[in-house]
């Protein structure tokens, strides 16, 4: 069966901003400085998405042939089945991969990036205060707070403030 322009146009319309995305991040991936586990994750991504956007469009182009050669429509709609089934999983696989490149090494808002090893130069955690048992009261050099010995909290925390009715 010979394929018309029309059908060639409707399948590829679908499929060519895919590649080209698929193919700009792939080059992006390889161009750029990037850490080593986000630039797997994307590689890893763009690699399956592309593949899988190719094979699509040479399975959606096939149909009319296979179509035309089968004489039981059954054999047919497995077919279809077990492919659509096998694109659909590496498409979300692909895109998956893609989404974890992008919030892989993200910095929390208002936070630091995440690091790979204890702070260089600063002090480091010695641990608790020599003496101190954890469950009985507070470690040796603990002065108590005004709200400590009041019983109440400072004012605006916790409660009303001091003078209002309550």
């Known amino acids: 069966m010979e394929l018309n322009a029309q059908y060639v146009l409707s399948v590829s319309v679908w499929h060519v901003p895919v590649l080209i995305i698929g ?5 992006v991936a390889l161009a750029r400085p990037i850490p080593g586990r986000t630039r797997g994750l994307l590689v890893s991504g763009a690699l399956i998405t592309v593949l899988t956007t190719l094979a699509s469009a040479a ?14 429509f059954e054999t047919y709609e497995r077919l279809y089945l077990i492919m659509g089934l096998i694109l659909g999983v590496l498409q979300a696989v692909g895109i998956g991969l893609l989404v974890a490149a992008a919030v892989a090494n993200r910095v929390p808002p208002g936070g630091n990036p995440p ?7 600063g002090p480091s955690y010695a641990g608790p205060p020599q003496g101190y048992q954890p469950g009985y009261g507070p470690p040796p050099g603990y002065q108590p707070g005004p709200w400590d010995q ?3 909290p400072p004012p605006g925390q916790w409660g009303p403030p001091p003078g209002s009715p309550g």
């Open 59 to 72: 399975w959606s182009l096939s149909i009319p042939t296979i179509v035309s050669n089968l004489d039981d």
């Open 23 to 27: 193919v700009v991040a792939f080059i």
């Open 115 to 121: 690091m790979a090893g204890p702070p260089q130069g």
């Open 150 to 152: 009041s019983g109440q």
